[in-house]
């Protein structure tokens, strides 16, 4: 069955820490992975879109890594900003076969407070 | 930057009533979504659109459901009875090429808040 799991399920962390969120997933044949920032009450934002081939992929503070042998990502979050209190999501596609939940398979999402 | 747009922002209707969910998609976008999300829970899919016509459905688009791109511009969601359990944010999404084979960006709208009392 396809499945995307995220942990933690949250995490609290101090103004101008790093952090690393996880995504695992089990999505076959694999297509791509994203990771979206989801603001409380708003649409998820894309973040980085990342095919097998790449290991890794930043977008300003965000640094996406990527293990297609292992099916592992994760998300670093570096000198961490009290605006990246958020929902981060990890949605992986598969090519086709993607069941019941189409072929965009989102995880749970990891929700980020940073305090001051 | 062009932004996906979606109206009302907050929906409250009475079970078995009829609603229509709006959106504005990027305008040179081909690819047309409808997301949902419960309170708490995770974004599920619901439907993809393109080229006037469904390309993907799940199974929580049963006949309740039907969306449609009425002119140029609009794509709709049309709940046609609605159910306690239909209460939801909806998102519309738009990309220029279909996200699960290429890597294109996905834009999603601000949501839509569906009460259903």
């Known amino acids: 069955k396809n499945q995307v799991e995220q942990s933690p399920q949250s995490l609290i962390i101090l103004e101008g820490k790093n952090c690393t969120l996880q995504c695992n997933y089990t999505v076959s044949p694999f297509s791509n992975l994203r990771w979206y920032k989801q603001d409380t009450g708003r649409g998820p934002v894309s973040l980085t879109i990342?095919?097998?081939s790449e290991n890794t992929k930043s977008n300003g503070r965000y640094t996406a890594t990527l293990d297609a042998d292992t099916k592992q990502s994760s998300l670093h979050i570096t000198a961490s900003q009290l605006s990246d209190s958020a929902s981060y999501i990890c949605?992986?596609?598969?090519?086709w076969g993607g069941g019941s939940q189409g072929n965009l398979i989102f995880g749970k999402g990891t929700k980020l407070s940073v305090k001051p | 930057e062009p932004e996906v747009t979606q109206t009302p922002s907050h929906q409250v209707t009475q079970m078995g009533q009829e609603v229509i969910l709006r959106c504005v998609p990027i305008?040179?976008?081909?690819?047309f979504y409808w997301y949902r999300q419960i309170l708490g829970q995770k974004v599920e899919f619901l439907v993809s659109f393109y080229n006037n016509e469904i390309s993907e459905k799940s199974e929580i688009f049963d006949d309740q459901f039907s969306v449609e791109r009425p002119d140029g511009s609009n794509f709709t969601l049309k709940i046609r009875s609605t159910k306690l359990e239909d209460s939801a944010m909806y998102f519309c999404?738009?990309?220029?090429?279909?996200?699960?084979?290429?890597?294109?960006?996905?834009?999603f709208g601000p949501g839509t808040r569906l009460t259903v009392l």
């Open positions: 999404a738009s990309s220029p090429t279909g996200v699960t084979l290429f890597t294109d960006t996905q834009y």
């Open positions: 990342m095919t097998f």
């Open positions: 305008s040179n976008h081909l690819y």
């Open positions: 949605v992986v596609s598969a090519a």
